[in-house]
């Protein structure tokens, strides 16, 4: 109920949430994003609901993070999304740790053998692939600045860049000043609602991130069988595991990430294996349906120890 859109005027949302109490009144109320947790802790602690906090991403703005104390103060429990995003809260959020509690995303196996249609120009193209919001937090503008170099280093792959964001415009442009010969071999698509079939078909997934959580794209990828070329940011690791060395370079260090991108891009055992190891981690490790059970036993066991 909490997760309303940001733009939404705060006191808007807070009149939708009292009616809703009044007719609707749940056993406990759970955030997953930063304005769900602001909203939700001042009105469900209010009403005496328990309330649970989930914090997703490291936010760097310490404006943000100040504002976090007051809902830190009002929750049950704060639900994060790895332990990079636990230690954060702690550290820099000033949350206690017997609060804190990790629970990964989750996601529902795919089934690679079900028949998927080939999105690609050519069913010859080689398809590295970013997906993510055009931001700087997920350092489109950076890898901008290495596309020309990523092509000419894989002669034969081309770029696809899915997702919508501030940025948009600035991508475009920069993609429509590429020389001829690169500027055919990259598509600038937007936001699609469906990014299975991509993923389906691509090779490498590039996320040059600065700061993270645990990204769903990565997730995503690994599930599709995907390779990975990562900075070395929060989740990253935890999502990867034991196959993590070889699909990170060090945070912001450009020049290893291209290095690590065009390795992969190069080398098709290796690409194949990770892929291989990557979804075997996402059916294991990372099942909705497991992540989920974890969600009812942090209810019922706070609920049960605050009676």
Known sequence: QADAAPRTP?????????????????DLAQGFLWHANWMGA???????????????????RRWRA?????????????????????????????APWEKLVVIPNGIKP??????????????????????????????????????P??????????????????LEKTVRRACDALPASDRDRVSVLGRLENIDAWMRYSEILLHPARYEGMPNAVL?????????????????????????????????????????AVRLGRENDLRADLGSANRKRSDSAFRLSD?????????NESIERNR
């Open 10 to 26: 705060p006191w808007i949302v807070q009149d939708r949430l009292l009616a809703l109490l009044r007719t609707s009144r749940p």
């Open 42 to 60: 001042s009105v469900y602690s209010k009403n005496s609901v328990p309330f649970f906090a989930g914090v997703r991403v490291t936010e760097p």
């Open 66 to 94: 100040w504002i976090s104390r007051f809902w830190s103060r009002k929750s049950c429990m704060i639900v994060c999304v790895s332990q990079d995003v636990a230690q954060w809260c702690h550290r820099v959020e000033g």
């Open 110 to 147: 795919v089934d690679v053998t079900e028949a998927a249609p080939d999105p690609r120009r050519s069913s010859s193209d080689r398809i590295l692939l970013f997906v993510g919001r055009l931001a700087e937090q997920k350092g489109i503008d950076g890898m901008l600045r290495y596309v």
């Open 149 to 166: 170099q990523m092509l000419k280093a894989l002669p034969d792959h081309h770029l696809v860049v899915l997702g919508d964001g501030p």
């Open 220 to 260: 995503e990828a690994m599930s599709h069988g995907m390779a990975i070329a990562a900075f070395d940011v929060e989740g990253v690791r935890e999502l990867l595991g034991d196959r993590a060395a070889e699909q990170v370079a060090p945070k912001e260090d450009w020049g290893a990430w291209l290095a690590l």
């Open 291 to 299: 992540q989920l059970a974890k969600y009812l036993d942090v209810w």
